[in-house]
Structure formats: C-alpha cells, structure tokens
C-alpha cells in the first residue's frame, strides 16, 4: 500500500535551552517536530552559514555519503506515534549498471538536516500530515 506523499517546506527553528522546535508547512498547515537543543544548534550552525572548528556528525555523514558516490534523492516523515515522529532517508548508489535505492529508517531532525544541506525534497504521508497539531504564527 501506497501513502500519497505532500511536500513539506522548512519554515523556521526556535531554540530555548532544553530543546528545539522546527516548523515545517506543507500547502494545509504547519506543524512543530521537537528535538534535542545539540541537533537543533547544528542545524542552525548550517542555515547560518556559521564557520565550524571541526566538522560535526552531520557532515561526517554528508562526506562518506560523498565519498562513496551516494545521493540523497529525499526525505520522507513516515509515521508519528504519541510526539515521537519517525522518518525515512532515501538514498541512491550506482554500481556499474546497477541503480540501487536505499531506505533507512533516521530521525526527522538528522533526515532535515541533511535534506538542507543537500537541497533534496522533504515530504510527509497524507496519514502523517492528518495527525499533526497544525499551529498558528
């Protein structure tokens, strides 16, 4: 069975000291994912620009995928249970003639990340987008 899948924009991120909300807004509403205050400042050391003294997991991940000739095609939120999201990357390797597309399952905070940093389409299922708090500016 197939879930239609609805595009998702990055809206904002709003920092406070023991966690992270990251907006994301499809065309119907916009809803927050909660994360952890590091991830949330690594993402926001990336949208900022923001010069780093070593380079974080995030771009250790983003260099091996490089490295080995992998590309991120996208990032699909699979499933939300209570507040806990759950998401999936999709990444593709060619090998000789060969297409392969590899699924793994990752948290939403790490898959947007990298979605950024690589410029790759961020969506949701219609189920996922039904269960969300829309909130309001």
């Known amino acids: 069975m197939h879930s239609e899948l609805v595009p998702l924009s990055f809206d904002k ?4 000291r ?3 909300v990251v907006i994301l807004g499809s065309d119907q509403k916009k809803f927050a994912i ?3 205050p590091t991830t949330g400042r690594n993402l926001q050391m990336y949208l900022t620009g923001l010069e ?4 974080l997991t995030h771009d250790l991940i983003d260099s091996i995928l490089q490295g080995l000739d992998v590309k991120i095609l996208q990032v699909v939120i699979t499933d939300l249970q209570d507040t806990v999201y759950f998401a999936r990357l ?3 390797q060619t090998i000789g003639n060969l297409r392969h597309i590899l699924e793994i399952d990752a948290r939403p ?3 947007i990340t990298l979605a950024l940093m690589n ?3 961020v969506y949701c299922t219609r189920e996922v987008l039904e269960k969300t708090i829309a909130i309001e500016e």
């Open 109 to 111: 905070s790490d898959c």
């Open 34 to 36: 909660y994360t952890d």
């Open 13 to 16: 991120i709003m920092q406070t």
């Open 18 to 20: 023991s966690y992270t």
């Open 119 to 121: 410029n790759v389409p």
């Open 90 to 92: 999709f990444l593709e």
């Open 52 to 55: 780093k003294a070593r380079p």
